[in-house]
């Protein structure tokens, strides 16, 4: 039931998706609110089925022929696999498979080795933190700056030596804002 001074309604105009949208910029305007909508169902559909998916929309000249696309894993690892009808297209899929299952091998190594360097990382820093530790305690002090440095061994100096200058330029920093200066120590 309408309502004395309303419209009927929903508000919104209702277009015939079955026919081509007569005016240019309406029609470039359909396309900038739909065109992300189709590549993220697009990206959707390869990813419940794990199908390779290439969407290419290429627009005329008349609309200064820009071309977008969106392609899952890639639009030209998708157009590998399109039979060409230059060459013979036996080989062309198992390449492709080929190739990515050495990416996809190279990509695990280069995975592993990362890994290998965060633990590593990590059992330096550890040793630096037992190193201050230490010196710490041979120095009688729970203030880590002061520790002994005798104590530290060559890994944990240039650390400790990093800390030091940070609390130095924060001391500088303090220093300069209630002078109103920069001074320099």
Same mark, same amino acid.
């Given at each position: 039931?309408?309502?004395?001074?309303?419209?009927?309604?929903?508000?919104?105009?209702?277009?015939?998706?079955?026919?081509?949208?007569?005016?240019?910029?309406?029609?470039?305007?359909?396309?900038?609110?739909?065109?992300?909508?189709?590549?993220?169902?697009?990206?959707?559909?390869?990813?419940?089925?794990?199908?390779?998916?290439?969407?290419?929309?290429?627009?005329?000249?008349?609309?200064?022929?820009?071309?977008?696309?969106?392609?899952?894993?890639?639009?030209?690892?998708?157009?590998?696999?399109?039979?060409?009808?230059?060459?013979?297209?036996?080989?062309?899929?198992?390449?492709?498979?080929? &190739?990515?299952?050495?990416?996809?091998?190279?990509?695990?190594?280069?995975?592993? &080795?990362?890994?290998?360097?965060?633990?590593?990382?990590?059992?330096?820093?550890?040793?630096?933190?037992?190193?201050?530790?230490?010196?710490?305690?041979?120095?009688?002090?729970?203030?880590?700056?002061?520790?002994?440095?005798?104590?530290?061994?060559?890994?944990?100096?240039?650390?400790?030596?990093?800390?030091?200058?940070?609390?130095?330029?924060?001391?500088?920093?303090?220093?300069?804002?209630?002078?109103?200066?920069?001074?320099?120590?």
């Amino acid at each position: 039931m309408v309502r004395e001074g309303q419209r009927g309604g929903s508000g919104r105009k209702k277009t015939d998706t079955s026919k081509l949208i007569p005016d240019l910029k309406a029609r470039q305007f359909a396309l900038s609110k739909r065109r992300n909508t189709l590549f993220r169902m697009a990206g959707v559909l390869a990813t419940i089925t794990g199908a390779q998916v290439a969407v290419v929309v290429v627009l005329p000249a008349s609309a200064r022929g820009k071309e977008y696309a969106f392609g899952s894993p890639s639009v030209d690892a998708v157009l590998q696999r399109l039979p060409s009808s230059s060459a013979g297209n036996a080989a062309a899929l198992p390449v492709a498979e080929e &190739d990515d299952a050495a990416r996809v091998s190279a990509l695990r190594q280069e995975l592993e &080795d990362i890994k290998g360097l965060v633990t590593a990382e990590g059992a330096r820093i550890k040793a630096v933190e037992a190193g201050v530790k230490r010196a710490k305690v041979a120095a009688g002090t729970n203030k880590w700056w002061e520790a002994d440095v005798s104590k530290l061994g060559a890994a944990e100096l240039p650390d400790f030596e990093a800390a030091l200058r940070q609390i130095r330029d924060a001391a500088q920093r303090q220093a300069a804002e209630k002078n109103g200066t920069a001074t320099r120590f």
